[in-house]
């Protein structure tokens, strides 16, 4: 804690010095500024960098990735923007049996059922429905 009040110190002095070159930095027998209005900038400088502490660790918490979320640099997310386009293009484009429920005709396409009820739930599919392109030509009449 004496390192930050020095570095505090420091600073505020090169700031009176600078901006006050006329007055003095007297100190007295306690560590203290001599002059009452040198202590009392003092110790608002000081209360100051508190609080401008404080706000630089709630932006740095701002500004952190929340849990559960991991950053990708801008080309890799739009490389697999585009995969997940395709990749929903191919669902929707397989030859699926006109009864055939949708989770079944992304599982038939090689994964689990668990995941292909989530593949469909990510692509804004109907897992329990059985016609996928009425749905997909809703929400493309919905963009326009």
């Not at 608002?44 to 849990?67: G, M």
């Not at 923007?81 to 030859?95: E, G, H, T, V």
Request: proline residues 3%.
């Amino acid at each position: 804690m004496d390192i930050q009040k020095n570095q505090t110190q420091e600073s505020f002095e090169k700031l009176y010095v600078k901006n006050a070159p006329a007055w003095s930095l007297e100190r007295d027998e306690d560590g203290g500024y001599k002059y009452h209005a040198t202590q009392s900038a003092f110790l608002l400088f000081e209360q100051q960098q508190v609080e401008i502490d404080l706000l630089k660790n709630e932006l740095a918490k701002a500004q952190a990735v929340p849990e559960g979320f991991v950053l990708v640099p801008k080309e890799q997310f739009e490389s697999l923007s585009k995969f997940k386009d395709l990749y929903k293009r191919a669902i929707i484009n397989a030859k699926k049996r006109k009864n055939q429920l949708n989770w079944a005709h992304v599982a038939s396409l090689g994964i689990g059922s668990g995941l292909a009820v989530e593949l469909c739930k990510a692509f804004n599919i109907d897992p329990g429905a059985t016609n996928m392109q009425m749905m997909i030509e809703a929400q493309e009449q919905s963009h326009d």
